[in-house]
T-cell receptor
Framework: SQTIHQWPATLVQPVGSPLSLECTVE??????LYWYRQAAGRGLQLLFY??????ISSEVPQNLSASRPQDRQFILSSKKLLLSDSGFYLC???????????????FGDGTRLSIL | SQKIEQNSEALNIQEGKTATLTCNYT??????LQWYRQDPGRGPVFLLL?????KEKRKERLKVTFDTTLKQSLFHITASQPADSATYLC???????????FGKGTMLLVSP
C-alpha cells in the first residue's frame, strides 16, 4: 500500500530565514505530487503540483518554490520567509491523471509553520 | 468566476441523527465531486466520489447525492456518532486532468 510522509510536524522560524519542507511517497511510482497551504478559516490553497521529476507547476505567485529531485520526493522551499508564510502546509499525492481523471488525493499530516 | 461553497457555520447534531452537509458550486459543471474528512491538525482523508451521471453513492453510513440542475451535492452521515465530528470538505476538478478545487469545509459536531 502507499504511504506519504511529511516532516517536520511543526516548525517555528524567524522572518527572513530559509525554509525546507520535505515530503516523500512510498509504494507507488510516478505519482502526481501537490503542495497546499491551509490558513485558519480558509480553504486549501494549491501552491504547486508536479507530474514528474523536475516538472513543477506553480498555481500562485509567492515567496515559495518547489522542487522534485526524485520521483517520490517533493520539497517546498523559501530563501527568506515572510510573516504571511505562516500556515498549515500539506503535501498530497495521486495516481497519474491519465489513468483516471477521477483520482482522489492522499494527504500527509501536514507541517504547522509559524513565522516570528 | 467558478466557486465552490460550503456552509461556514458549524453543524451541531445529536448522536444517532442524520447529518446533512451541503456543497454548492457556481459557474461550472464539474464531471464529478469528491468529499474528504479533515480532523484538527491532520491532512484531509478521501471519503467518496460521485460522478455527474450518478444521482447517489453510498458507503456504509455515508451517502452522497449530486444534483447537476441545482448545482449541489449533499453529504449525509446516518446514525451519526461523536467520532464523526470533523470538518468535511468537498472538491471538484474544473477540467479533465486539471487540479482539484476545494471548498472551505463545514465543521460537524456530534454530541453524545
Amino acid at each position: 500500500s502507499q504511504t506519504i510522509h511529511q516532516w517536520p510536524a511543526t516548525l517555528v522560524q524567524p522572518v527572513g530565514s530559509p525554509l525546507s519542507l520535505e515530503c516523500t511517497v512510498e509504494g507507488t511510482s510516478n505519482p502526481n505530487l501537490y503542495w497546499y497551504r491551509q490558513a485558519a478559516g480558509r480553504g486549501l490553497q494549491l501552491l504547486f503540483y508536479s507530474v514528474g521529476i523536475g516538472q513543477i507547476s506553480s498555481e500562485v505567485p509567492q515567496n515559495l518554490s518547489a522542487s522534485r529531485p526524485q520521483d517520490r520526493q517533493f520539497i517546498l522551499s523559501s530563501k527568506k520567509l515572510l510573516l504571511s508564510d505562516s500556515g498549515f502546509y500539506l503535501c498530497a499525492w495521486s495516481f497519474t491523471l491519465d489513468r483516471d481523471s477521477n483520482q482522489p488525493q492522499h494527504f500527509g499530516d501536514g507541517t504547522r509553520l509559524s513565522i516570528l | 468566476s467558478q466557486k465552490i461553497e460550503q456552509n461556514s457555520e458549524a453543524l451541531n447534531i445529536q448522536e444517532g441523527k442524520t447529518a446533512t452537509l451541503t456543497c454548492n458550486y457556481t459557474n461550472y459543471s464539474p464531471a464529478y465531486l469528491q468529499w474528504y474528512r479533515q480532523d484538527p491538525g491532520r491532512g484531509p482523508v478521501f471519503l467518496l466520489l460521485i460522478r455527474e451521471n450518478e444521482k447517489e453513492k453510498r458507503k456504509e453510513r455515508l451517502k452522497v447525492t449530486f444534483d447537476t440542475t441545482l448545482k449541489q451535492s449533499l453529504f449525509h452521515i446516518t446514525a451519526s456518532q461523536p467520532a464523526d465530528s470533523a470538518t468535511y470538505l468537498c472538491a471538484f476538478r474544473k477540467r479533465r486532468y486539471s487540479t482539484l478545487t476545494f471548498g472551505k469545509g463545514t465543521m460537524l459536531l456530534v454530541s453524545p
